[in-house]
């Protein structure tokens, strides 16, 4: 008996974790981090879904433009700036580091604000302010 409610517990507690995690990652910023990912993975489709219609073009360009490098993000981390309504400015910290070859072009994440739209019901990244 004892060790079933261990169990339920566990099992409770690690799906309270997950939804968590989950609710986190839907919210302006995290929408930001998975857009970046995204783009690190070259997973057009994920990019294509995280970007609101009006900037899924540039975004694709963008992902274009890495297909032929490796590519890794180094220390990421985003946060809201502003929110207002359907609207937010991201900033991001951290790098996007390109190998061409033995040369490493590293990108500063944190040079630039992005807008992050309700688009959908889902937050979308909308270009940088």
Do not use: H
């Not at 060790?3 to 566990?10: C, D, E, N, Q, Y």
């Not at 433009?65 to 309504?85: I, P, Q």
């Amino acid at each position: 008996m004892l060790r079933t409610k261990l169990l339920f517990l566990s099992t409770l507690l690690l799906a309270v974790f997950f939804l968590a995690g989950c609710a986190a990652a839907t919210g302006p910023a995290g929408a930001m981090s998975a857009y970046w990912q995204a783009l690190i993975d070259k997973d057009g489709a994920q990019i294509s879904s995280l970007s609101c219609a009006a900037y899924e073009e540039e975004s694709l360009t963008t992902l274009e433009s890495f297909s032929a490098v490796e590519t890794k993000l180094k220390d990421l981390a985003c946060s809201v700036n502003s929110e207002s309504g359907d609207t937010a400015s991201v900033t991001c910290t951290g790098s996007i580091i390109a190998s061409y070859g033995a040369e490493d072009l590293v990108i500063d994440l944190s040079q630039r604000s992005y807008i992050v739209k309700k688009e959908g019901g889902d937050w979308r990244v909308c270009g940088a302010e």
